[in-house]
């Protein structure tokens, strides 16, 4: 509907409003169809078609000789799969409409990645009971994330069936009663496991917020307060599962710059990702009075605070310094502290928005050691008047974080926490274990 290229005149020879300054225009919808061609009718057409009848021209191959656990691995991740088996999970239960946004590949991709793990881990385990279960156990923690979703069980009925029609349409004759009963047995343990998940966690499974106020100290960042309808009840360095009304159906992951309060206040800091599903959106909508939705936190940053105490490197890139400064915050409420060295980077000088809070709290905490670091020495002229940094004890060091720390050696004797964008924590991670920081030693949680 609405995908008929048109030129400067309509069927009956009528010109389009403009006339002739249309005509360098003539394979742009009207305005009126682009409207009607973003909306999804499908809904109130009552159409009963299903999306996977008729064979495929080109099935997918399926080696017979293959452990059937693999040959499922493998259809999972047929570059044909998310799209069909979006069709088949809208067509499956209406409800399946409301909970997948309506760009869905990010998080089939995810379900991929995650039930392709199990399904490779379950054959390797060679019956090991100690292996499999460590499947379950990923699926039980898996269900208490999804008590956010409020699935009823012929949600997950109906889920199976629409995974089980997908890889059988994409297996073509290659499906057989082999693949059937290893699909039928795998998703009935991993979905009892799910529900038993979401069944043992205590407490609402959801939260409403209100945002109460919206700062933006920097061209691309937004801090945003809110007051949650009931206290929240995180640990410091966790970070909480967030529905907004920006991009309907995407939940993220956003970590608290404040400890948790019988006020119900929290923080979040965004940064406007080009290309991010959401956080632009966010970051230029959000708005005092939106009201958000905040599930399970998750997470296990955390300091050791076993005696004695271990001192503490923290590295920050980037909105990275929210869960950190949490960290930070919390730990003012004991008397004895372990020594911390904060590296808090970003790639301009006027990216380092969070440094006149850190410098605030070093100056009443002698255990706190704020290092400034930013890839480039001068703020882009575009990025308009920037206020001046504040001094701290160390001078602000120009180039890479990972460069900045390993710099000063390999801190093999610390505790190190790290936080910041996917490339940043690769990035980070890599060049410290190459510095001569122990593996073990350094805790990050993964994007």
């Known amino acids: 509907m609405g995908s008929k290229k048109r030129g400067p005149e309509d069927a009956s020879g009528m010109e389009f409003p403009g006339g002739a300054d249309r005509v360098d225009d003539d394979y742009r919808l009207p305005d009126v169809e682009e409207v009607v061609d973003d909306i999804d009718l499908e809904p109130y057409l009552d ?22 656990l693999l040959v499922l691995r493998d259809l999972l991740n047929d570059e044909r799969f998310p799209e069909m088996f979006h069709r088949a999970l809208r067509h499956a239960d209406p409800d399946f409409r409301e909970l997948f946004p309506r760009d869905a590949g990010p998080v089939l991709r995810e379900f991929v990645r995650a039930m ?15 292996k499999v279960e460590e499947v379950v156990d990923f699926a039980r923690h898996l269900g208490a994330d999804h008590r956010k979703l409020e699935l009823a ?23 057989d009663d082999r693949l059937q009963t290893t699909l039928t047995t795998a ?46 009840d995180y640990h410091p360095g966790q970070y909480l599962s967030v529905l907004t009304p920006y991009s309907p159906g ?8 404040i400890p948790s309060n019988p ?73 004895q502290n372990p020594r911390v060295h904060l590296f808090y980077g970003a790639r301009f000088p006027g990216d380092l928005y969070d440094l006149p809070t850190l410098v605030d709290l070093a100056a009443t905490s002698p255990w706190l050691t704020i290092q400034p670091v930013s890839e480039e020495d001068e703020d882009p002229w575009w990025a308009g008047p920037a206020e001046e940094l504040p001094r701290t004890l160390h ?49 990050f949680d993964r994007p």
């Open 263 to 335: 006020a119900g206040q929290i923080e979040f800091h965004v940064r406007d990702v080009p290309g991010g599903e959401l956080s632009g959106s966010l970051v230029r909508g959000v708005g005092v009075g939106d009201r958000w939705v905040l599930a399970r936190p998750l997470g296990m940053l955390e300091v050791d605070r076993t005696e004695p105490f271990r001192d503490v490197l923290m590295i920050a890139g980037g909105t990275g310094i929210a869960p950190l400064r949490c960290l930070v915050l919390d730990m003012l409420r004991h008397g």
């Open 187 to 232: 998703y009935r343990v991993l979905s009892s496991a799910l529900q038993q998940g979401a069944g043992q966690e205590d407490g609402p499974a959801r939260v409403g917020a209100t945002v109460v106020e919206v700062l933006r100290p920097t061209r691309d960042i937004a801090v945003v307060r809110l007051i949650s309808d009931t206290m929240i």
């Open 47 to 68: 159409q009963r078609h299903d999306p996977l009848a008729g064979p495929l021209d080109e099935p997918a191959a399926v080696d017979v000789s293959a452990p059937p």
């Open 153 to 175: 069980p012929r949600h997950h009925q109906r889920f199976g069936e629409a995974l089980t029609n997908t890889l059988r349409h994409l297996a073509g004759w290659g499906w």
């Open 395 to 443: 001078r602000r060091q120009t180039g890479t974080l990972v460069d900045a720390v390993t710099r000063w050696g390999s801190w093999a004797d610390r505790q190190v926490i790290i936080a910041g964008s996917p490339d940043m924590l690769r990035a980070t991670v890599r060049g410290m274990v190459a510095a001569g920081t122990p593996r073990e030693n350094i805790d």
């Open 116 to 130: 392709s793990w199990a399904l490779v881990t379950t054959e390797e385990a060679r019956g090991d009971r100690t």
């Open 250 to 257: 995407v939940w993220r992951r956003l970590s608290p710059s």
